[in-house]
Structures are given as structure tokens and as C-alpha cells.
């Protein structure tokens, strides 16, 4: 599987971005797509998840300011933002958790991550 994220960019204070997690390849294999973030010296913090089944998840650091959502028809997944905060500045990961089986019935769980995108919020 592979993943495309987009919708970085510069934005303001209290301003909006839209993320975008598109992904191509063998997409019946995706068990859930997350949103995670790194900041150079950090380690990579996850942000926003969701299922196939439609259970979602949120850092709390970002719980009443994101949404997650995905369309299906398209294979991509949406990280909405409000309120954005300087600290919420990083770049931004998608990672897809994939479960799939070997011709021999063996499941293979791995996962696969975005090149990312970067999240500037200027105070």
C-alpha cells in the first residue's frame, strides 16, 4: 500500500488546514489509517486515527479541534483542523495498519507510512 499525504501548508493562529491521506495499491488490506506528527527532537506522536469499521480516535491534545474521516469510493482519509495552534506545528504522517494473507493462510501485519506534510501555524 502506498500513501500520499497533502494539504500542509502555512496558516495562522486559530486558522483551518485539511489533510488528505490518499492511498493506492492493495487498499482491501487496510485495517485503520492514523494521523501522526513529529517535531525535529521528538519522537512521532500519533494524532487522529480511524477504522475500517468507522471507530475513530483522537490524541488528547487535539480532541474538539480535528476531525478524521475517510471516503471510501476515493481510499482517502481526512484530518480536519481548527483552531490551530503554533504548537500543533510538524509534519504531519499518515500510516495505514494493513493485515493481509500469504498463499498459505499465514497473516502479515505491517504497516506503511506517508512521505508526510508540513504544518506551519504562525502565532
Known amino acids: 500500500v502506498q500513501l500520499q499525504a497533502s494539504g500542509g501548508g502555512l496558516v495562522q493562529a486559530g486558522g483551518s488546514l485539511s489533510l488528505s491521506c490518499a492511498a493506492s495499491?492493495?487498499?482491501?488490506?487496510?485495517?485503520?489509517i492514523g494521523w501522526y506528527r513529529q517535531v525535529p527532537g521528538k519522537q512521532r506522536e500519533m494524532v487522529a486515527g480511524?477504522?475500517?469499521?468507522?471507530?475513530?480516535n483522537y490524541a488528547d491534545f487535539v480532541k474538539g479541534r480535528c476531525t478524521i474521516s475517510r471516503d471510501n469510493a476515493k481510499n482517502t482519509v481526512y484530518l480536519q483542523m481548527n483552531s490551530l495552534k503554533a504548537e500543533d506545528t510538524a509534519i504531519y504522517y499518515c500510516?495505514?495498519?494493513?493485515?493481509?494473507?500469504?498463499?498459505?493462510?499465514?497473516?502479515?501485519?505491517?504497516?506503511?507510512w506517508g512521505q508526510g506534510t508540513q504544518v506551519t501555524v504562525s502565532s
Open positions: 500510516r495505514a495498519d494493513l493485515l493481509y494473507y500469504t498463499d498459505t493462510g499465514e497473516p502479515i501485519v505491517e504497516a506503511s
Open positions: 495499491g492493495n487498499t482491501r488490506s487496510i485495517r485503520a
Open positions: 480511524i477504522t475500517n469499521g468507522g471507530s475513530v
